[in-house]
């Protein structure tokens, strides 16, 4: 689960809780995890290891609600019953590609994470702020 290209565990416990939060809100959203394994689907090459490509901090968030470690919405997962509105059916997608070098795995590990741009805190504080404007509609 961290092979050395990977950076560190970077989420904070109120970042893991809020992703757990948001899957048991949203199933369908954020549930892609990305292994690599040169020799998947062939049976003379199943030899090696599986190795995670993306998706570390999504993987330790949701172990970590399932070991009891973090609660979401409040509630630890041994004592989470009751909850009506909360879908019992949250699955990952995990993919798994063949890449059959370092160099491509590390090569796409950069393409896949760094094109994105993170938000600025006030950039989603305006988001907050219109939302609690629907709120009070």
Do not use: C
């Not at 998706?55 to 172990?63: D, N, P």
């Not at 009891?68 to 990952?92: L, M, Q, S």
């Not at 160099?103 to 939302?131: A, C």
């Amino acid at each position: 689960m961290s092979p050395d290209f990977q950076r560190p565990h970077v989420w904070t416990e109120a970042q893991q809780i809020a992703y757990v939060e948001f899957m048991l809100r949203n199933p369908q959203s954020e549930k892609y995890i990305y292994f690599n394994h040169p020799g998947w689907m062939k049976s003379s090459m199943m030899d090696g290891q599986m190795l995670l490509i993306d998706g570390k901090q999504r993987i330790t968030a949701a172990l970590k609600f399932l070991d009891n470690e973090i609660p979401a919405y409040g509630v630890y997962y041994k004592d989470f019953t009751g909850f009506k509105h909360i879908p019992t059916d949250i699955d990952f997608e995990f993919n798994v590609m063949t890449m059959q070098t370092r160099k491509e795995i590390l090569q796409w590990y950069i393409d896949f994470n760094s094109g994105g741009t993170i938000h600025k805190p006030s950039e989603i504080q305006k988001v907050r702020d219109l939302l609690l404007e629907e709120e009070n509609k």
